[in-house]
T-cell receptor, first 113, second 113 residues
Framework: DAGVIQSPRHEVTEMGQEVTLRCKPI?????LFWYRQTMMRGLELLIY????????DSGMPEDRFSAKMPNASFSTLKIQPSEPRDSAVYFC???????????FGSGTRLTVV | SQQGEEDPQALSIQEGENATMNCSYK?????LQWYRQNSGRGLVHLIL?????REKHSGRLRVTLDTSKKSSSLLITASRAADTASYFC?????????????FGIGTKLQVIP
């Protein structure tokens, strides 16, 4: 398995633009997580899905953020409109389920200028 | 202080020495996990210890869990330069159908050749 695949690896965008981050989890993993990592706040859980259904989105900062999982092999995290404070590394992770560890992707480094 | 707080925040040792990192938490957990993150990379799962376990080994890694003190430690024996990375603990709890995962701020380990 190629692991959790995220794209793009780097994204630089102007404030106000829409940004879409993509994730392909490991086949067979029922859970998918989106995290954001910054120096100031560390790793923050934004949202997670179980069997493609959003379970807990309490970590999503505000309405500008939305996440979807249309099928078991694909998820997107969208920011619209983007702001400079959204600059961070965004990680996607997947897991077999409760009692198992998480496999992280390589992340998307987002810079909003 | 936040759940899953690592101590120390930074550690510098000579190659061949042992490295010990600690993690404290506040609420009850189902399991605790340790991850490694190399600079610019995603997190890599190292080991998971369940709340009813006290110690686990994996190669040069030894993890202990003391639920009465709400603390865990990660010991890396005979360290190598390649162990240089940040190490995070993550506490996992389940309640009301929700999975709550909280990462600490990490310990930055430097192993000097």
């Amino acid at each position: 398995d190629a692991g959790v695949i995220q794209s793009p690896r780097h994204e630089v965008t102007e404030m106000g633009q829409e940004v879409t981050l993509r994730c392909k989890p490991i086949s067979g993993h029922d859970y998918l997580f989106w995290y954001r990592q910054t120096m100031m706040r560390g790793l923050e859980l934004l949202i997670y899905f179980n069997n493609n259904v959003p379970i807990d989105d309490s970590g999503m900062p505000e309405d500008r953020f939305s996440a979807k999982m249309p099928n078991a092999s694909f998820s997107t995290l969208k920011i619209q409109p983007s702001e400079p404070r959204d600059s961070a590394v965004y990680f996607c992770a997947s897991s077999l389920g409760t009692g198992h560890g998480y496999t992280f992707g390589s992340g998307t480094r987002l810079t909003v200028v | 202080s936040q759940q899953g707080e690592e101590d120390p925040q930074a550690l510098s040792i000579q190659e061949g020495e042992n490295a010990t990192m600690n993690c404290s938490y506040k609420t009850s957990i189902n399991n605790l996990q340790w991850y490694r993150q190399n600079s610019g990379r995603g997190l890599v799962h190292l080991i998971l210890i369940r709340s009813n376990e006290r110690e686990k080994h994996s190669g040069r890694l030894r993890v202990t869990l003391d639920t009465s003190k709400k603390s865990s430690s990660l010991l890396i024996t005979a360290s190598r330069a390649a162990d240089t990375a940040s190490y995070f603990c993550a506490t996992v709890s389940y309640s009301g159908g929700y999975q709550k995962v909280t990462f600490g701020i990490g310990t930055k380990l430097q192993v000097i050749p």
